[in-house]
């Protein structure tokens, strides 16, 4: 359970600094193309969620485990790992936009003249995708722990 | 579709006056000895919520059995009616591109749903989350009837769990999308085209209104059914498990 914790914990942290390091320019056309992380809302929302998920696993590490308040730890759980989910699946959309643009909405892909910074994006969805699986494995454990349903009946 | 819920469920009702006087579920009596209500068709006196390690655990809670099903017809409902407008989402519009002389030229353009993936994810999860309501809805009114062993309890919070995943990533990456169509992306050159496809971009929001609003029902839905797991398999052992969590 706990190094289940810390794997979602590292994952998070490093989707973190792996978003708010990217950033490249261009020059294109005589105009200079910068594109940071902060240009678009949904990969600030991205870090926004994963600051929260690894805050939250933080002060989790820190507390002694009682049994008493398991169950408020299973909601929270339950709410960091769907933010989680929302947050990869809202990242990739936009990524996808990105990679090969919209031509009915007249959109460019862009990661041809900032494939840096595309890659980067595509670094911190993975491992925004990893400490997403591993919050919802620390959720299946949570209700094993606190419900006993896995247990047999006797 | 509506039609034939409602004949269902007054089937349902009709159904229950006339179930036979042996209780078929007392089959799981392994864990829960429901010995006293056993004589007539689903106990229907006492709504209160089932007390800490008394043995009338499904018996008393009708009660909260209707809130589920009244929730899960309205998250039926909602998510029915985002995969409906979503999916009937289009707009044709021609423009005046060039004037030749005195000839305008016109382009048509149209705004479909199916041009942008996320649009296309948003009506795929939210059309398997309606079916999954509906299914739960009729397991929900024919359980009284069907005796489930086994696992088969378990099944039905593990599925809330994973549907309310799925649509929840779904209605978050739409969200997005329209917030980028509606502002557009200045840094990345990408216009919006909320002014010229009005209605495209009004019915996208309440698709997307109403499929948050399930979301946020089916979450109240799986923390009842979770809850309510906990009575069918054996809430004494809590007390004997302690210091689980690390």
Not at chain 2, 40 to 58: C, F, I, L, R, W
Not at chain 2, 81 to 105: E, S, W, Y
Not at chain 2, 177 to 183: A, S, V, Y
Request: glycine share 6%.
């Amino acid at each position: 359970m706990l190094l289940l914790r810390l794997i979602a914990l590292g994952a998070s942290v490093c989707a973190i600094v792996v978003m708010v390091t990217s950033h490249d320019s261009a020059q294109v056309f005589g105009m200079s193309i910068s594109a940071k992380y902060s240009n678009i809302p949904t990969f600030k929302y991205f870090v926004l969620v994963n600051a929260i998920a690894s805050g939250y696993t933080l002060i989790l590490l820190f507390i002694p485990s009682k049994n008493s308040c398991g169950h408020m730890i299973l909601v929270l759980d339950l709410v960091v790992a769907l933010l989680l989910d929302s947050s990869i699946s809202a990242c990739v959309a936009i990524g996808l936009v990105g990679k090969k643009g919209n031509t009915h909405a007249g959109w460019l892909p862009i990661c041809g003249q900032v494939p840096k910074f595309c890659d980067h994006v595509t670094g911190a969805i993975a491992a925004g995708f990893i400490a997403a699986i591993a919050y919802f494995l620390v959720v299946l454990y949570s209700l094993h722990s606190v419900m006993n349903l896995f247990a047999p009946r006797a | 579709m509506l039609l034939s819920l409602c004949i269902y469920i007054i089937h349902a009702f009709v159904n229950e006056k006339s179930l036979p006087s042996q209780l078929h579920t007392i089959q799981q009596s392994s864990t829960i000895p429901l010995t006293t209500t056993a004589a007539t068709e689903m106990p229907s006196e006492g709504g209160e919520k089932p007390e800490v390690g008394q043995d009338q655990a499904p018996a008393a809670s009708t009660k909260v059995d209707w809130i589920i099903k009244v929730l899960r017809l309205l998250a039926f409902l909602l998510t029915l009616d985002a995969t409906l407008v979503m999916a009937l989402n289009k707009q044709t519009k021609t423009f005046t591109v060039a004037t030749i002389g005195t000839v305008p030229l016109r382009a048509t353009l149209s705004a479909k749903f199916q041009h942008t993936p996320a649009f296309v994810f948003f009506v795929v999860a939210n059309a398997n989350a309606a079916l999954h309501n509906l299914l739960m809805l009729a397991v929900g009114f024919a359980g009284s009837k069907l005796s489930f062993k086994g696992l088969a309890p378990l099944a039905v919070p593990v599925l809330d769990l994973v549907n309310v995943a799925i649509v929840s990533g779904g209605a978050s990456a739409a969200v997005f999308m329209g917030q980028l169509g509606r502002n557009g992306n200045s840094h990345a050159r990408w216009n919006k085209i909320c002014d010229k496809f009005e209605s495209f971009c009004d019915r996208g929001g309440a698709a997307m209104i109403s499929s948050l609003v399930g979301v946020l029902l089916m979450i109240i839905i799986c923390a009842i059914s979770i809850i309510r797991l906990r009575n069918h398999y054996g809430y004494n052992k809590l007390a004997l498990n302690s210091s689980v969590l690390p």
